[in-house]
């Protein structure tokens, strides 16, 4: 059975990324609450179903796609029960064929290996390289479930702040799309 921990609202006593670290310094340093749950590693959106339970949530689905040429760089965010397509998500952007980045870039540019990539990878992304595209489903979502950075450790916070506060923090402009 897949483990998910009790509800928590307290950082991790040990952390297991400097982007993890981040993550909950960030979060205190600004006075933002939030709930976590400590559960086995969580790779697929399948894993995600209890930790959606315990936490009342559901959690979003987020992807990091480049171009062929990897000079372009997209996190993308929609709703977890969506199928996702990259000829869908090209079409919405105007752009040629998007395939998933390395997992090599994955952890070089953003911090985090698969299944534990976030939205707060941006914090990693000073250079600007990355572009953030939101499916508009999410902004119906009262709360945004997400990795903290590992695939060990998920979080609850409002949509709204991660939309209106976290991601223009970062310097980044998110691009909203129907996906």
């Known amino acids: 059975m897949f483990f998910v921990s009790e509800v928590?609202?307290?950082?991790?006593?040990?952390?297991?990324?400097?982007?993890?670290?981040?993550?909950?310094e960030m979060l205190e340093e600004r006075g933002v609450k939030y709930e976590r749950?400590?559960?086995?590693?969580?790779?697929?959106?399948?894993?995600?179903?209890?930790?959606?339970?315990?936490?009342?949530?559901?959690?979003?689905?987020?992807?990091f796609l480049c171009n062929r040429q990897q000079?372009?760089?997209?996190?993308?965010v929609t709703t977890a029960g969506k199928p996702f397509k990259t000829k869908d998500l090209s079409a919405a952007l105007g752009i040629s064929r998007l395939s998933f980045a390395p997992v090599e870039l994955l952890k070089s540019m953003l911090g985090t290996d698969i299944g534990a990539t976030t939205i707060f990878g941006l914090m990693l992304d000073e250079k600007m390289d990355v572009q953030v595209v939101?499916?508009?489903?999410?902004?119906?979502?009262?709360?945004?479930?997400?990795s903290?950075?590992?695939?060990?450790?998920?979080?609850?916070?409002?949509?709204?702040?991660?939309?209106?506060d976290f991601i223009p923090s970062t310097g980044h402009t998110p691009k909203f799309v129907q996906l």
Request: charge should be negative.
């Open 8 to 24: 928590k609202q307290t950082r991790p006593p040990v952390f297991k990324t400097p982007l993890q670290q981040m993550v909950y």
């Open 37 to 63: 749950v400590d559960n086995d590693p969580a790779i697929t959106m399948e894993d995600c179903v209890r930790i959606d339970e315990r936490l009342n949530m559901k959690t979003v689905k987020t992807l």
């Open 71 to 76: 000079t372009s760089f997209y996190l993308v």
């Open 134 to 146: 939101i499916d508009n489903d999410i902004l119906a979502e009262e709360w945004y479930g997400c």
């Open 148 to 164: 903290d950075g590992t695939t060990t450790s998920y979080l609850k916070l409002g949509t709204a702040w991660v939309i209106n």
